[in-house]
Each structure stands twice: as C-alpha cells, then as structure tokens.
C-alpha cells in the first residue's frame, strides 16, 4: 500500500468484538494497543499494564480478527530491564498472543531491541513523538516536536528507527510540518495520530472514535456516540423489565406441542401429591 500509496488504515482492538467489527469493517492493521490498560481495564495509565494481561487481550483479537496484519504493543517493562526480557516477550507476543508483529515506544534507546527482533523474523513498528509510557518523563500528554531541536531529536529517532530495520514507525502528537517533514524524509511508511493527513496511514484508539470514552484527544474524531447510545438502551432494557414489557411473549419467549405440556401438567400435579 505504501508503494502505491494506498492510505493505510489501522484502528485498536482489545477484545474478540472490537476485533471483529474492525474486520468487518475492512480495516488494514489492527492494533492491541496498551492504550486498553485505560479504555478497557480502568487503570489510571498505560504503565500499570503488563505482559500477561496484554497477552490475554492479545489472543481474544487474534480470534476475532483474521485478515488485518495484527500489532502488539510492547507494554511499559517488557523490555527496559534487558535485551533478552525484551526479545523473550517480544517471542511471547507472537507465540501466546498470536500477533505477527510488534509496536515499540521509543528512539535510540530502543535501537538494539529493534534490530535484534528484526534479525530474528519479528516485524517492528517504531512509536515516536509522544510516547504515552513515557507521559511522566514528558509532563503529559502534551504535543511534542514544537522546538526546533525537539523535531531535530524525533527526526534523528525516526530515521535511526528505519535503520534498525522498523518496517513502518507511529508518529503521535506532532505538528503538522513536522510529521510532514518525517513522510518525506523516511522510507518506511508513516502511520499518524494527531500528525498530519500527509503520513502513509492513520490509526486511532476505537473506544475514543467509537465515542465511548468521556475525554477525547483533539486529534480524534468521533464517528459514533456510544456514551449515550449504550446507557440508553440499557435504561430502556431496565425500563421494560420493570414495567414487564419485556421479553414479549409473542417474539422473546418459546413454546412447547400441547401435548407434552399436557402431559408434563398430569406428571407435576403426581409429583405434588407425592411430596
Ligand atoms: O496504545 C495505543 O493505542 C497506541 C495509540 C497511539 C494508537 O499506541
């Protein structure tokens, strides 16, 4: 796609229902991104998840989606600690998570762990700009390349990250000339978020574009509301069972042949007598 410069569109998935609806959907790559350590478990950051928890999501979207290329994001302190922590959990999400490549936030810091795992057959996507693990260390989640060295640093990053052999690298949070600058100066395909409409591809997290989570980035667009839409038919699903409007005879409930409820009416009023 990036050859013939196809728009690639890439989207999270956490579970076996948003994989699918992402397959449905036609949908390029699908990303376990660790982003569901807040949109899908609660926690308060993307750091609080780790190895097996990703892994259990991991494999309920490879059961759901087949044909998008399936990215696994490395979690905060799967592979800082050592190299070999992060080739054997880098092993780990391909084997146990059935996902055929991973995502790794980082630059140069991350360059030995990329190019071991490409040496050894796993396809890495680079993440560069804001790094959502590293949200500490950054002041937030804050826009970043918006000095003159910053977009120096995260240039020098990605071009090091194609080097090391990523086959595509994410680029979040980055002003628009800067993400432009990274398409044309770059090999491997670019896939924004909050970047620019320039990058080889898109991504964004689905619980955010689905309109399912309260605070959303102003880089995400919301494509449905389902804040409002959920609640609103579990209320009316209350609503009905209170007012016993709900299951209908006619169209929830099932029947049985005459006969057998005749028959199983003289059995129960046998056992009725015998107790
Ligand atoms: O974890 C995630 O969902 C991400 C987003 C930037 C797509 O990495």
Redesign the pocket.
Known sequence: MYMTGTPIS?L?AYDYHSARYLEQAGIDIC?V????AM?ACGYAS?NEIGMDEMLYHCRAVARGAKTPFLIG?MPFGSHQASLETGVTNAIRMIREGGMEAV?I?GGKDVLPLVTRLVDIGIPVMG?IG?M?QRQSALSGFRVQGKTAESALQITKDALALQEAGAFAV?I?ALPSRVAESLVSDLRIPTIG?GASSACAGQ???QTDMLGMTEKVPRFCKKYADLATAVPDALRAYHEEVKSRSFPEESTNTYDMPEEEWRRFSELRAELKQQR
């Open positions: 890439m999270t990303l991104g660790d982003s569901l949109v993307t994001d995502k936030e993440h804001l959502p994410l979040e978020i991504v964004l997290v």
